[in-house]
């Protein structure tokens, strides 16, 4: 598994300062920031776009998804996706794994992950 940098952990710090438990987050306000992500990723199970599907993210493995070919850092990565983990890689995906092909610059606000694990909660991503 690949360290996060001083920088991604600064991050993650005051995400927990600020972000509303995941319990809070609020899955119709998730769809509208789901909009996002949707261009690369499905919901649907096997159904992969520019990136892998979401369809049951929560509990996988980093760079496992089926059909999907991940970049070298992604596989390496090695956790295991939980709201936790998602949150600290929505924050900035770069940063936290260097060399994903994942172009996202990140959420910058933490109601916006709380918002949007809600919404994939809801919608297959568990």
């Known amino acids: 598994m690949k360290l996060i940098n001083i920088t991604t952990l600064a991050a993650v710090?005051?995400?927990?300062f600020t972000a509303p438990s995941f319990a809070e987050g609020d899955a119709a306000e998730g769809a509208t920031v789901f909009k996002k992500c949707k261009a690369c990723h499905s919901l649907e199970v096997g159904k992969k776009k520019i990136g892998p599907s979401l369809a049951g993210v929560l509990g996988r493995t980093a760079g496992t998804s089926e059909g999907y070919k991940y970049s070298k850092a992604m596989k390496a990565y090695g956790v295991v996706w939980s709201e936790e983990t998602l949150a600290v890689y929505l924050v900035a995906p770069r940063k936290v794994v260097k060399?994903?092909?994942m172009g996202f610059p990140g959420l910058k606000?933490?109601?916006d992950i709380a918002n949007?694990?809600?919404?994939l909660k809801e919608n297959g991503g568990s």
């Open 13 to 16: 710090a005051a995400l927990s």
């Open 99 to 101: 060399g994903t092909k």
């Open 109 to 111: 606000k933490p109601e």
């Open 116 to 119: 949007l694990l809600a919404y």
